[in-house]
């Protein structure tokens, strides 16, 4: 069974910048291709940003293109969202998913792990 826990979330004032942490456990990240969403209350949980099984390849929302990056340690089994210029519509709960599907998947559905999620507030 695969796990995931997340950490980093906090409060930051906007144009600050936050790296989240997604530790894995159960299995390896070449087997699993991972991606970041996000939650606020007003909206569906989002596709933020996704890493292939290889690490080779990333995809990313329009949204946060450009002020986000998705990275991997593989000797750690720990996948990073780093956010730069952060803004108030950034904020939300931050959850890391996995899948063992191949490709840089966004569909919600298409993810079988969750972690529980961390809180990012970014005040203007």
């Known amino acids: 069974q695969v796990q995931l826990v997340e950490s980093g979330g906090g409060l930051v004032q906007a144009g600050n910048s936050l790296r989240l942490s997604c530790a894995a456990s159960?299995?390896?990240?070449?087997?699993?291709?991972m991606a970041w969403f996000r939650q606020s209350p007003w909206k569906e949980r989002e596709f933020v940003a996704a890493?292939?099984?290889?690490?080779?390849?990333?995809n990313v929302a329009d949204s946060v293109k450009g002020r986000f990056t998705i990275s991997r340690d593989t000797a750690k089994n720990t996948v990073y969202l780093q956010m730069n210029s952060l803004k108030p519509e950034d904020t939300a709960v931050y959850y890391c998913?996995?899948?063992?599907?191949?490709?840089?998947?966004?569909?919600?559905?298409?993810?079988?792990?969750w972690g529980q999620g961390t809180q990012v507030t970014v005040s203007s």
């Open positions: 890493i292939s099984r290889s690490g080779g390849s990333t």
């Open positions: 998913a996995a899948t063992r599907r191949l490709g840089n998947r966004s569909a919600r559905f298409e993810y079988d792990y």
């Open positions: 159960g299995a390896t990240l070449s087997s699993l291709t």
